[in-house]
């Protein structure tokens, strides 16, 4: 069993200002309830998929986990505002199936919880905060940005139009020129060290670790390219032949590909997005060569940005996601712990529907390799 140093967060200064904070509370909670208030009530009902959420139950969820943290100290037997909110909204309770069938509060009633909450925070927030305060609205903060971006990527797995404006445009489309770069046989840092500001558990600790000579692709797989290799004789005809990913399609001779209620003519020179880690390696396989690891993809990304082109996607990588040595859980016990099954890819990098405030080099992204209905990518490594 892993340790659980609850007090771990006291180590993650500087912590922002409770002005910082009340503006990032209020910038992400905004883009919530316009999600909501703007939804048509038809849009409340959602396939009963692993990959989605009830709308109503994302929502009240998200609030009750603010509360939680904040204002009923992480204590079940501190009432909540909202009556069966721990039943409904505990993540870690309610199994996801029975989000579909346990009846829900109104919307109404939920944007009531919600404003009741946030304005206590934001009451809060009027005067200087205590450091244990500074941690858990940044958590509550952070979740809720997660929970919003959540909503991008069900909206276009589903063909919805865009629940919200992104944060930063899709990267532009790159030229086809490729260049592999050479990064020397060296010892680097990976994990995150004690004042570094706001981290997650499974960064824990800063260490040293030696990383192999290797070259990496200048940029990220392109649709050009996995439109050549899905096409290919050998992908056709082999016996786990790779399918196209399930939001482009084929009309005529013209492929095209969709940006949530959108059909737009493919751009080969754009970069390719929604493909699977367990896609991406047969991608790798037929070009003989690999995904990088997490520590070779954050190299990367330490570089001035004119040596290499971002995706503005989150880009799956051949770590597995697993505990760095010293790792112990933070007060909220679930986030990475009970992940580390052996079943999850660490992506690196950050999303059009990501802010800034979470594309940190050290933030460790996961999902199940299956999946594509998130806004990932990849790039390559010479084998
Ligand atoms: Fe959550």
Same mark, same amino acid.
Request: charged share 20%.
């Given at each position: ?31 919530? $309830? ?10 409340? @009902? ?29 204590? @079940?037997? $501190? ?80 063909? $919805? ?6 944060? +930063?445009?899709? +990267? ?14 060296? +010892? ?190 990849? $790039?390559?490594?010479?084998?």
């Amino acid at each position: 069993m892993p340790n659980s140093s609850a007090n771990d967060y006291l180590l993650y200064f500087p912590y922002p200002t409770a002005s910082t904070l009340s503006e990032w509370l209020e910038e992400s909670n905004g883009i919530t $309830r316009h999600i909501l208030e703007n939804m048509p009530a038809a849009d409340h @009902v959602v396939p009963q998929l692993n990959i989605l959420n009830p709308p109503l139950w994302e929502f009240g969820h998200l609030t009750w986990f603010h509360e939680f943290w904040i204002h009923r100290d992480g204590q @079940v037997d $501190r009432a909540s505002y909202l009556k069966d909110a721990d039943y409904l909204f505990n993540s870690s309770e309610i199994a996801h199936q029975d989000r579909w069938t346990t009846p829900m509060p109104s919307l109404e009633s939920l944007l009531e919880y919600n404003h009741n909450i946030i304005s206590s925070t934001q009451e809060l927030l009027c005067k200087p905060i205590d450091n244990k305060t500074a941690y858990f609205v940044q958590l509550a903060i952070l979740h809720q940005d997660m929970h919003n971006e959540a909503f991008a990527y069900m909206w276009q797995t589903m063909g $919805r139009s865009k629940p919200f404006e992104a944060f +930063s445009k899709s +990267s532009k489309p790159l030229a086809n020129a490729q260049t592999w770069i050479h990064f020397p046989e060296s +010892s680097v840092e990976a994990g995150s060290q004690q004042g570094s500001g706001f981290i997650f558990d499974n960064e824990k600790w800063l260490h040293s670790i030696h990383l192999p000579a290797f070259d990496i692709s200048s940029r990220p797989v392109i649709n050009g390219d996995y439109l050549e290799f899905i096409e290919s004789p050998a992908n056709k005809s082999g016996i786990k032949t790779v399918a196209p990913p399930s939001h482009w399609k084929k009309d005529g001779d013209i492929w095209l590909e969709r940006f949530f209620n959108e059909w737009l003519p493919l751009n080969p020179a754009s970069t390719l997005r929604h493909v699977s880690y367990l896609d991406a390696l047969r991608f790798c396989e037929h070009h003989q060569v690999r995904l990088p690891n997490e520590h070779e993809l954050s190299q990367l990304m330490r570089q001035p940005g004119i040596a290499w082109h971002a995706s503005n996607l989150w880009e799956w990588t051949s770590s597995t996601f697993a505990p760095f040595p010293g790792f112990s859980t933070d007060p909220y016990v679930d986030y990475s712990q009970p992940w580390f099954d052996g079943t999850y890819q660490v992506l690196k990098g950050g999303s059009p529907f990501t802010p800034d405030r979470l594309k940190r080099i050290g933030f460790r992204n996961f999902y199940q390799g299956h999946r594509s209905d998130h806004f990932c990518g990849f $790039r390559t490594c010479l084998l």
